[in-house]
Structures are given as C-alpha cells and as structure tokens.
C-alpha cells in the first residue's frame, strides 16, 4: 500500500462523507422533511407524530449527527409509505440493476473498444469514415429515445424481444443497448485516442521493424500501454450506466433500483429515494477508487513513483 | 478576433456548417414559435385523437398528427422547442457563472478557500449527476424554474475544474503582477485581467455542457419531474408516446428526432469549437 494509494483512500472517504452530507442538506431544502416522508392527505396530528417519532423536531446539528451515525451501522431506515426497512426494499431491485448494467457494459466494452481501436489503427479510410458516425450517434441519442426506437422496430414491429417486464431471458437486451449505447461511444472515442497515442510512439516502430504483425502490435503492446485512460473511464461509465438506468429502467418497466426510484417520488417514499441516490453514490466512489489502485496493477511505473502521470 | 477568424477559416469549418445551420433552425423555431405553430398547442379536440401524420379534421391538416388528447403534434413539436433551449440556455448561464466564479477565486485566492472549493467540487462529482438531479426536483418540486436552479447549481462543478486550472497557469504570468502593482484590486483583476485570459476553454466546456442540459431537461421531463403539462416539452411529450408505440408512433418520433438532431448538432459545434480552441484536446 503506497502513499499514493493510502491518499486516495483518504480521499474516498472524504467523498462518502460529502455525498452523505449532500443528501442530509437536499432533503431539507424543501424546509420540512417530514412533509416529504407522509403519504399525501394525512392530517396535522399525523404530521406532528411523525415528525417527532423521526426526530426532524430535534436541533439540525443533532439530526445530523444521527443520520450520519445511523448510515453508519449501515441502517437505512424504515420506509413510511411501505412500513418495511428500507434496506428490503431496495435490495430486492438489485440484482436486476446490477443484471442490466453488467449486459450493457459488456455491450459498450465489446462494441466500443474494437470500434476505438478500429477507427485509431486504420485512420483516413474508409472503416474511420463508416464507424465515428456510429460513435457520434451514440454519444447524442437520449437514452429512452433509442429504447422507443429500439421497442417500435424489435418489439412491435418484428415482435422478437419483449418491450417491457423482465420475465424472459431476452428482456434484458434492449434496454442493455439502449443503456450501454452512450457508454459505447465514449469507450470507442477514448480508445481511438489512447491508441493514437500509442502508435505514434517509438517502441511501436521498433517492434514493428522487428517484422511483428499488426494484430499482435496492437493487441499485445498498444492496449497494454494506453489502458490506463480506458480503465479510469470504465470506472466513471459503470457509476453512469447505474445513474443512467433511472430513466432506461421507466422506458422497459424493468423491476430496478431505477424503476424503484421513480415510483417512490411519485409514491413520496423519500427515505427510498434517499438510499438509492446514498447507495449508486458510493458505488461511483468505490468505484473509482478501484481503478486507481488497478493502474498500479497495469502500469509499473504508478506504482513505483506513485500517481499516473 | 484574429482566433475567431482562423477558426472559420480552419479546415473542418465546412462539414459543421449543416449543423450549425440546424442550431440555428431550432432556436428561431423556440423564439417564433407562436408564430411558427399551425395551432395552438394546448388545444384539444377529443374527435380528432390518435390522428396520423398528414390527416385531416374539420379542415385542418395535421401534418404531424395528434396526440391521445387531440392536440396537433406539429405545434407542441415546434413549442417544445422553447423549453429545450430555455431550461438549456439558462442553467448553463447559471452553471457557468457559479463555477467559473468559484474556480477563479480558488485560484488566485489559493490555501483554505482554494482546498474547501476543490474538495467540494470532488464530491459534487462523485454523485451520478441526473441522480442528483432527480432528488433535488423531487425535494423542491418540477417546474421551469426548478429545473432551471437545480441544474444550475448542480452542474457547476466542470467549470470550476477548468477555470481553477486556468487562473493557476495565469496567476503567476508577469502582466497579472503588473496589473496587481498598478493598483488593480482582486474582482477588478480577476474580471478584467484574467477572466478574458481563459475565457476560451470555458466557452468550450459551456457548449459541450449545453447538449448535456438539453438532454437532462429530456429525461427529467420524460420521468415527470421536469416541465409540467399542459406545457409542451420534448422529453414529456415522448413519455406519453412511449405508451402509444403499438397504435401512434408518430407521437415519441417526431420529438426524438428533433431531441437527437439537436443534441447532435451542439455536440458537433461543440467539439469543433474544443479543437480549435484547445488544440492539447485532440490528441487527449
């Protein structure tokens, strides 16, 4: 564990506790918390009992103290609305996001990654000319847009996926390339800038005079170097495709976190709303903590100097 | 100037200019749209429901068809135009002005107000920011100035990032200690020294946020927390097609593809303004 790690773990740490304190400022900004946690039409007397039973009457420095103390025994807290532990609620829409963001990732590294070294490797010609359009269209597609387009075409027009529900194993596919689709193309552009870089360099002309083919040249040597970029973005895309399932999630009525978050700001479930929002947070700095000690692993030189770059 | 004009000069300028022209389409569409719109968009007539493209009813033809209340697709489309570009165009001000005022002074100021911004611009960053985004309108409450705020003062983080790395490279350049000895004080040096100094990359990181504002607006609105109904919104409008894609298709097309086109054509406009302006930024 070097110095450099060590800081950086500090600094994770010091992003959990700035998110959750975020979250604590948000749910107060409408004035009165309570007003957000009780089922619409409840009387002043219901308000007044809740607001006392969730201490939201208490100073703000002690409500403060509490909820950080209580997300710190990793309590979520007891849904209002559904008067279950919140913990129950959210964890049975799991593995479902997790389901839907692993396919779409693996759909955005597998398409995006070739397609970046592809437009990099063979630059000026024609494959360039026919893939960054790809890249382009990727990058400006709002996500429900390409799930619509993608249920009107696969689903009600050829009938072949289902266009909603998660019932049978091919549900997964739409909304994992309508998810992964934006992922895609910053996976292809940060390839095909990486990889750029690479060839330009002078070890790339010296094993290629050493009569080396191209695929071997690029495969083994190329992305070996320029992965650094690629695993820093990986981090950021797979905390996005979670983000980003909100709105994929209502497009499919696939049974996620997603899904979950939205139906209970409608079902003004705020302490639902909070922990997901609490939870995807973490990940995302989790998340990027990860890759930071992963480029030691890739590049030797982080780990002995400490710090890319 | 002498950068503006060797950027249009500059090759590339010419594959934008279809873009660019597109841009400029949308945005007299949002600005005359109550003179563009065939029909007022909120009209509703209950005979004339679901209509496809090109149909007639009591003597109007819907080009665009109607929705499941009637109302002409064509005119909503073309009003839904403003809230795009209005919401965009606003939060990016707000944004813009927050941030970059931040990063300006944790730059120059440098110690304790320089660690507290950049440690707060961390952890903005590390929350999903549509997340945020959803919680906070959720909290305070859709609507046009909602949205505006709450997209405002969660995007700043971007600008800040480059403003501050901007006036760090500036801070120590001999006209800024001129300035300094001739008397200037800090919001006068600041604004009239440095900010024009590294105004360029900021314009840059602005239009490339721009897109990404049109396509929260979208999506927000798409989940109900953004512009209300009866006002026309591209993003509410293709929620309620989402329901009708077996019987009306036309009514999530034609907003989607405006929604697409736009994006696309700021993404574009965009990228040409970074590699002009920033040429460190092709190679990254």
Known sequence: MSRYLLGRAAQSVLAVFGVMTIVFVIMRLSGDPTLLLVPEGATREQIDALRAQLGFDRPIAVQYADYLWTLGRLDLGQSVVQRLPVWRIVGERIPYTAWLASTALAFSVGIGIPVGVATAVWRGTLVERALMPLVLVGQSMPTFWSGILLIMLFGVGLGWLPTSGADDWRAVIMPAVALGGLSMATFARITRTAVMEELGKDYVRAIRAKGVAQPVVVIRHVLRNGAVPIVTIAALEIANLLAGAVIVETVFAWPGMGQLAVQSIQARDFLVVQAIVLLVSVSYVLLNFAADMLYGVIDPRIRLRGGPR | ?284
């Open chain 2, 1 to 284: 100037m002498s950068r503006i004009r060797a950027a249009l000069s500059a090759p590339g300028t010419l594959a934008i200019a279809p873009f660019a022209l597109l841009l400029l389409v949308f945005t007299l569409m949002a600005l005359l749209a109550p003179v563009l719109a065939p029909l007022d968009p909120a009209r509703q007539s209950l005979l004339a429901r679901l209509r496809p493209p090109g149909s007639m009813a009591g003597g109007i033809t819907f080009w665009l068809g109607t929705d499941e209340l009637g109302r002409d697709l064509l005119s909503r489309v073309i009003h839904g135009a403003r809230a795009s570009l209005a919401v965009a165009l606003l939060s990016v001000i707000v944004s813009g002005i927050l941030g970059t005022a931040l990063g300006v002074l944790a730059g120059y100021r440098r110690g304790w107000v320089e660690v507290a911004i950049m440690r707060a611009v961390d952890v903005m960053l590390s929350i999903p920011a549509i997340l945020l985004a959803i919680i906070t309108v959720a909290v305070l409450g859709p609507g046009f100035l909602n949205l505006v705020l709450v997209l405002g003062f969660t995007r700043w983080p971007r600008y800040t990032r480059v403003a501050y790395a901007q006036t760090l490279g500036q801070a120590g350049l001999p006209y800024v200690t001129a300035a300094r000895l001739a008397g200037a004080r800090m919001p006068r040096l600041l604004l009239r020294h440095i900010l024009p100094n590294i105004a360029a990359p900021l314009v840059v990181v602005a239009t490339l946020e721009f897109g990404l504002m049109i396509l929260f607006e979208a999506g927000l609105s798409f989940l109900g927390l953004g512009i209300q109904p009866p006002t026309p919104s591209w993003g509410s409008i293709m929620s309620t097609g989402r329901n009708y894609v077996g019987t009306a298709w036309w009514i999530a097309t034609f907003p989607g593809i405006c929604l697409f086109l736009l994006v696309l054509s700021v993404n574009i406009c965009g990228d040409h303004l970074r590699d002009r302006f920033d040429p460190r930024a092709t190679i990254r």
